[in-house]
C-alpha cells in the first residue's frame, strides 16, 4: 500500500471511529432522530424496537469499520460496514430540506454533506485495487548430486 493510501484510509478511518464514539457517548441526539423509522421498521422486521441500541449498535458497526479500514486489516469488508451504516444515518439523521429554521437548515446541511463525504471515502475504498494475492508455489528442493535412485543423474 502506498504512503498516500495509507494515510488516506487512515484519515478516514480516523473520521469514521470520532463519529462513531460521539454516537456512543451523546445516544439521545441520535436516538430522536431515528426513533420514529425504528418503530416503523420494528413492524415488519424481528429488529429491537429500542430506538437506544439501534443507534448503539450502528454506531458500533461505525467504529468497527473506521477501525478496519484505518488498519488495511479486512478493509473492504469495513468499508462495506461502515457505508451501510453512513447511508442510512446520513439521510435520516440530517433531512436538512425539512427545517425551516435556517440556522438549524444550515447546521443539517453541514452534517448531511459531512457524512457524504465519509461515505463517499468508503465508497473508494470498495472500488479500490485489489490487492495482489501472494503466490503460493510448492518447489521441491533438486537433489544435490545424484538423485533418489542408483544411476539417475540431474541435471
Do not use: N
Not at 27 to 44: L, R
Not at 86 to 92: G, M, Q, R, Y
Not at 135 to 150: E, F, I, N, V
Request: proline share 5%; charged share 20%.
Amino acid at each position: 500500500m502506498s504512503l498516500i493510501r495509507f494515510a488516506g484510509r487512515a484519515m478516514l478511518g480516523g473520521a469514521l471511529i470520532a463519529d462513531g464514539i460521539d454516537a456512543l457517548r451523546h445516544p439521545t441526539e441520535h436516538t430522536e432522530a431515528i426513533e420514529p423509522w425504528v418503530a416503523k421498521i420494528a413492524e415488519s422486521v424481528p429488529l429491537p424496537d429500542d430506538p437506544s441500541q439501534v443507534a448503539k449498535a450502528a454506531a458500533g458497526g461505525v467504529i468497527a469499520g473506521g477501525a478496519m479500514i484505518a488498519t488495511g486489516l479486512l478493509g473492504r469488508l469495513g468499508a462495506c460496514l461502515a457505508s451501510s451504516v453512513l447511508a442510512v444515518a446520513t439521510v435520516v439523521g440530517y433531512p436538512f430540506w425539512t427545517k425551516k429554521d435556517k440556522v438549524e437548515r444550515r447546521q443539517m446541511t453541514k452534517g448531511f454533506v459531512m457524512h457524504l463525504a465519509m461515505l463517499g471515502g468508503t465508497v473508494l475504498v470498495l472500488a479500490g485495487p485489489k490487492k495482489k494475492a501472494a503466490k503460493q508455489t510448492l518447489k521441491l528442493a533438486k537433489p544435490a548430486g545424484r538423485g533418489c535412485c542408483k544411476g539417475s543423474k540431474t541435471k
